[in-house]
């Protein structure tokens, strides 16, 4: 009887849907990175430990209640910037890049929390404005955002900053803004695009060129999405075979167990294997717009959603950037790609859209 019990109260914070599809595509996860690391067996090793940690921090963050999250919020946000003003003072340099901080017994990356923080702290700040929601409540919404994708964007991480300011806006949106203060932004920002370019830096607008043109530097700066378009186009409708894929084998594929694990994964397994992976994907995200749908205050509606669409963000940059239609950012295929902070960050924000879900049964019993 006890065992019984034990079990519903293990269950009964997670959704199943949601838990379902997740182990799906981190299965998918495991077979490919043991393909993509040339079989070896510690990478799978190491990305299964970070799926089971990651999914018991979920089920942790499941049984906490939305008013629990919402207290978390102002702390986590201010927590965040301090940590991205320690890198910007403290943080450690690898390939010309700082993004790590170093904390003795490990190193972490800041911007991956901010991920989180942006939204929770968006949500929070509508949720206690929802009476009176006003115009210079979202400009104020909007300053929130740019700090902290512009302290990350000087890292310089522009694939981070752009997911933050994306994961901020859905909640803007999701709030209400106007349309007509959406047309004139985009119409503002299409404007600013001289001034943009102009103090990007050298590596970020070859990257924007070389998007439009990988042929002009074929062994250099075009190698990546010229592999990469190679590896998928070359998989066929039913892909190679698990195993058998030859770019991946011949080490064509730049960092294939990370960034570009979805040529590997389209040139063993063709279209239809493409083609599961975004059925499981959209699964994920129709899963996340019921919840939202279905939240039974405004701050779980806000977070749930931006939460659904940052996941639709990640997959669909990924999947643009490998395939040569957008250009090359550093993201993550989203539960995938090997890595733990990643997976950790989407998984966690997973676990608050159950906590959202359990919330909205519990007030209906």
């Not at 996860?29 to 993509?36: D, F, G, I, N, R």
Request: aromatic share 10%; hydrophobic share 55%.
């Amino acid at each position: 009887m006890w065992i019984k019990r034990l079990l519903k109260r293990i269950a009964d914070p997670v959704d199943g849907w949601l838990l379902l599809f997740v182990l799906l595509i981190s299965a998918l996860s495991v077979v490919t990175v043991y393909s993509a690391s040339n079989q070896n067996p510690d990478k799978v090793v190491g990305k299964m430990i970070t799926v089971i940690v990651s999914l018991s921090i979920m089920w942790i963050v499941a049984n906490l209640k939305p008013s629990q999250l919402m207290m978390l919020a102002p702390p986590m946000y201010v927590t965040g910037l301090l940590l991205l003003i320690a890198v910007a003072a403290f943080g450690v340099s690898t390939n010309g890049a700082k993004r790590w901080l170093n904390i003795g017994i490990t190193k972490i990356q800041p911007s991956e929390l901010m991920k989180l923080a942006v939204p929770m702290l968006l949500a929070w700040y509508f949720e206690r404005h929802e009476a009176n929601l006003r115009f210079r409540h979202f400009v104020i919404a909007a300053i929130l955002i740019l700090v902290p994708a512009a302290l990350v964007q000087k890292q310089p991480d522009l694939g981070t900053a752009v997911l933050i300011a994306a994961a901020g806006f859905y909640v803007l949106f999701l709030a209400g803004l106007s349309w007509r203060v959406m047309v004139g932004l985009f119409v503002a920002a299409a404007a600013s695009a001289p001034f943009v370019w102009t103090h990007m830096r050298d590596y970020q607008r070859q990257r924007i060129l070389t998007a439009l043109d990988p042929m002009q530097d074929p062994l250099g700066k075009g190698y990546h999405i010229i592999q990469s378009t190679i590896a998928i186009g070359s998989g066929g409708p039913l892909g190679k075979g698990w195993l058998h894929g030859t770019q991946t084998r011949l080490d064509f594929i730049p960092e294939s167990t990370t960034d570009f694990i979805f040529a590997v994964f389209g040139e063993e397994f063709g279209l239809w294997g493409n083609l599961l992976l975004s059925i499981l994907y959209i699964c994920v995200i129709g899963r996340g717009l019921m919840i939202t749908n279905q939240a039974s205050t405004q701050f779980g509606r806000l977070l749930a959603g931006a939460l659904t669409l940052s996941f639709f963000t990640y997959a669909f940059v990924n999947m643009g950037m490998v395939s040569g239609i957008l250009p090359v950012v550093g993201v993550p295929l989203p539960l995938v790609s090997y890595g733990g902070t990643a997976t950790l960050s989407i998984l966690i924000g997973f676990g608050m859209l159950m906590a959202i879900h359990r919330d909205k049964k519990l007030m209906k019993k």
